[in-house]
């Protein structure tokens, strides 16, 4: 009779010892999942930076050649914003515009007192 508690328990550990390893084999399962998916991200990211880093490293030996042989090399210089988009240039709101003060534009133009002086 003093068998069956004994046989009892071992059962119950055997059971909650193979539910834990499928709790965490599905877990590493998961984690070489991500694992995995992350390697292919990486790769592909690769891939997609190599024709560029490629295009940069011949501008690189491009400049170099010009520098050696005394020539001008270009510089390339971005353009300021007003003529990337001529069509949203503070101008184009006319010469009233004055963010700071809601003056010329459809913000509220309520502003609060001053402050008095304390001394």
């Known amino acids: 009779m003093e068998e069956l508690p004994f046989l009892h328990h071992t059962v119950l550990r055997c059971l909650l010892l193979s539910v834990m390893f499928q709790k965490l084999s ?9 694992q995995l998916d992350s390697v292919a991200c990486l790769k592909m990211q690769e891939e997609l930076n190599a024709p560029v880093k490629n295009k940069r490293r011949r501008q690189k ?13 270009k510089v390339n210089i971005r353009k300021p914003p007003e003529e990337d988009h001529p069509g949203l240039s503070i101008s184009s709101l006319g010469g009233s515009y004055k963010p700071l003060f809601g003056e ?11 402050r008095p002086i304390i001394w």
Request: overall charge positive; glycine content about 12%; proline content about 3%.
């Open 104 to 114: 010329g534009s459809e913000a509220c133009s309520w502003r609060p007192g001053q």
């Open 61 to 73: 030996i491009e400049m170099w050649g010009s520098m050696q042989e005394g020539k001008r090399y």
């Open 26 to 34: 599905t877990q590493l399962r998961a984690l070489r999942q991500r």
